[in-house]
T-cell receptor, first 114, second 112 residues
Framework: ETGVTQSPTHLIKTRGQQVTLRCSSQ?????VSWYQQALGQGPQFIFQ???????GRGNFPPRFSGLQFPNYSSELNVNALELDDSALYLC?????????????FGPGTRLLVL | SQKIEQNSEALNIQEGKTATLTCNYT??????LQWYRQDPGRGPVFLLL?????KEKRKERLKVTFDTTLKQSLFHITASQPADSATYLC???????????FGAGTRLFVKA
């Protein structure tokens, strides 16, 4: 186990709703990255938080937003859910912000949008 | 844009044989490549990292090579076991150093 936890494990929402996913990073890690993984695909980078600031963003619309707290845990918020948002959402914790060589992933949150 | 390509077809091999998985990258020369293992419904687990100035890296039964001329990395599992059955992901860190780009992964099945 990596020590990275995510909640909830599974979630069902309807189109147009909003969702908040949570991630607790491994002890001592100050960087959290979020990924979306559709079935049969590799994880797609959403954004990264380093010391409570967004450190970089992938090709996701503004309705995907996040936060990082002083204890380095993090939230991913998705507004106006669309059917295509159904996926496994992964967070990964690491130390040191950009140039991270090793990330430790949580088990993921499986989101289904109906 | 940067892209990582992995063989989308599943690889089926017999227990005890060597499994070889391929990762090709385009449009950008990464400083290093990473390999992860992912089991169904679980998060990826980091296995190995190889830098551009390293030709080969080993860890127990795992071996990774990096050919910057071919823009390719090969991932080998020797003496494969049914427990090695999983999806293996190749990844590179993009420009700026904060964004990790993953391939779609190759599913490996090792038959007893």
């Amino acid at each position: 186990e990596t020590g990275v936890t995510q909640s909830p494990t599974h979630l069902i929402k309807t189109r147009g709703q909003q969702v908040t996913l949570r991630c607790s990073s491994q002890s001592g890690h100050n960087t959290v990255s979020w990924y979306q993984q559709a079935l049969g695909q590799g994880p797609q980078f959403i954004f990264q938080y380093y010391r409570e600031e967004e450190n970089g963003r992938g090709n996701f619309p503004p309705r995907f937003s996040g936060l990082q707290f002083p204890n380095y845990s993090s939230e991913l918020n998705v507004n106006a859910l669309e059917l295509d948002d159904s996926a496994l959402y992964l967070c990964a914790s690491s130390l040191g912000g950009a140039g991270v060589e090793t990330q430790y992933f949580g088990p993921g949150t499986r989101l289904l949008v109906l | 844009s940067q892209k990582i390509e992995q063989n989308s077809e599943a690889l089926n091999i017999q227990e005890g044989k060597t499994a070889t998985l391929t990762c090709n990258y385009t449009n950008y020369s990464p400083a290093y490549l990473q390999w992860y293992r992912q089991d169904p419904g679980r998060g990826p687990v980091f296995l190995l990292l190889i830098r551009e100035n390293e030709k080969e890296k080993r860890k127990e039964r795992l071996k990774v090579t990096f050919d910057t001329t071919l823009k390719q990395s090969l991932f080998h599992i020797t003496a494969s076991q049914p427990a090695d059955s999983a999806t293996y992901l190749c990844a590179q860190v993009g420009t700026g150093g904060f964004k990790t780009i993953f391939g779609a992964g190759t599913r490996l099945f090792v038959k007893a």
